[in-house]
């Protein structure tokens, strides 16, 4: 074979070569291209059809090149996932404020993304009880017993204090300390009357069968318009108790740091009201006792106003608190503390500081020295308490 005839076959060989590794490279790149392509066109559309989007093979060829094969099972993979990779921040609800308003509607991702205080409430329409937060009060196990606990130094495992205001509230209040005004005294109007209204308070204060979260806590812009209104023209909310009382009328008038006796108030004015019961009957201008908060601000305009009304005092020292007695600090002088009875001994409180329920065998001797010194509690007539049985 000639020269010439060698190297014109070394360079037909060499263009074959040349061409085939372009080709290969064409192919490669075009790959390269197509898939991000692909991608880019996915996360352009609309969420609602990359959801039912068919995967399909990156590659427009009918018979896909190897270097496409690995994609194929991979489009499934990504199709299975694009729901759990989709945003859902914005559908989760806002975090709870520190007092809890769960919402009724669900979310869409089911109960567990409700607020993590929801399961131990009987139902969501019930505000939680709040005495286990009061646990952080005592760096005690919660099993502890009674008489291991702060509040064993005021009070037996019973409830009964072991301090006593008897001598002081017989001296200033013997006329009415302790007098019992039976229901079978009174004629049938009268009966229903006091009946009704006290279960209306009693919905309020019996924390351990729960309390309906309405009538506790409202908007803050209608507890506003609502205060103004039973000012003006004195018409009663029926429900948000805690919210009208401390955060609007107390902070409006100038004592939003000492609110107890207006919460009360207000618990009152509304029980009243859901009983369908004018408040005139027993809180009245022409007899000197509006529930108001000019008049029963303060715990000593409180208590002047519920035995005008006909209310009962009696000393704890002999009687046990029912669920909704009026309880006062010490003889309920002013400044002091008023608050309520959430359970059948007084153990259990609620007042301004705790509308979900203090439990004081959870609670630190300074605070109940300072506070809960139960020395009297008011109830409607009619309403008896029984006495302590001996300890």
């Known amino acids: 074979m000639t020269i010439p005839a060698i190297l014109q076959g070394a360079v037909l060989k060499t263009s074959i070569f040349v061409l085939s590794l372009l080709m290969c490279l064409g192919c490669s790149k075009n790959t390269f291209e197509v898939m991000p392509a692909v991608a880019t066109a996915q996360e352009n559309e609309p969420l609602e059809r990359r959801r039912v989007q068919v995967p399909r093979s990156p590659s427009p060829s009918p018979s896909p090149?190897?270097?496409?094969?690995?994609?194929?099972?991979?489009?499934?993979?990504?199709a299975q996932t694009a729901p759990a990779d989709e945003p859902t921040t914005p559908r989760v609800p806002p975090s709870a404020p520190a007092e809890f308003k769960p919402s009724t509607s669900p979310t869409p991702q089911g109960p567990a993304m409700t607020a993590p205080n929801l399961p131990q409430m009987p139902s969501p329409n019930l505000v939680p009880n709040q005495t286990a937060a009061e646990e952080s009060e005592l760096d005690i196990a919660p099993n502890t017993d009674f008489d291991k606990r702060p509040a064993a130094k005021e009070f037996f495992a019973s409830g009964k204090p072991k301090f006593s205001y008897s001598e002081r509230l017989k001296k200033r209040f013997a006329n009415v300390l302790n007098k019992a005004k039976p229901l079978a005294s009174m004629d049938r109007k009268e009966q229903d009357k006091w009946t009704k209204v006290f279960a209306e308070i009693q919905k309020v204060a019996n924390v351990n069968a729960g309390v309906e979260r309405r009538l506790l806590f409202v908007d803050k812009k209608d507890a506003l318009e609502w205060s103004k209104r039973f000012e003006n023209d004195r018409v009663s909310p029926s429900e948000g108790a805690h919210t009208v009382a401390v955060e609007a009328t107390a902070p409006r008038h100038g004592f939003g740091n000492r609110p107890c006796a207006e919460f009360m108030s207000e618990i009152i004015r509304q029980a009243y009201k859901r009983a369908?019961?004018?408040?005139k009957e027993d809180f009245n201008t022409q007899d000197g006792n509006e529930?108001?908060?000019?008049?029963t601000a303060s715990v000593e305009g409180l208590r002047g106003a519920l035995l005008k009304a006909g209310w009962t005092m009696w000393d704890t020292t002999e009687y046990k608190p029912l669920v909704?007695?009026?309880?006062?600090?010490?003889?309920?002088?002013?400044?002091?503390?008023?608050?309520m009875s959430g359970s059948e001994n007084g153990m259990i409180v609620i007042d301004n500081g705790s509308p979900r329920g203090r439990d004081l065998r959870k609670s630190t001797?300074?605070?109940i020295r300072f506070m809960y010194h139960g020395g009297l509690f008011l109830l409607p007539p009619g309403i008896t308490p029984t006495k302590w049985s001996s300890q």
């Open 365 to 367: 001797q300074k605070i």
């Open 65 to 78: 090149t190897p270097a496409a094969q690995p994609s194929a099972p991979s489009a499934p993979q990504a």
């Open 324 to 339: 909704g007695a009026v309880m006062m600090h010490q003889v309920g002088d002013t400044p002091g503390h008023t608050y």
């Open 276 to 279: 369908e019961i004018s408040l």
């Open 291 to 295: 529930l108001i908060w000019s008049e």
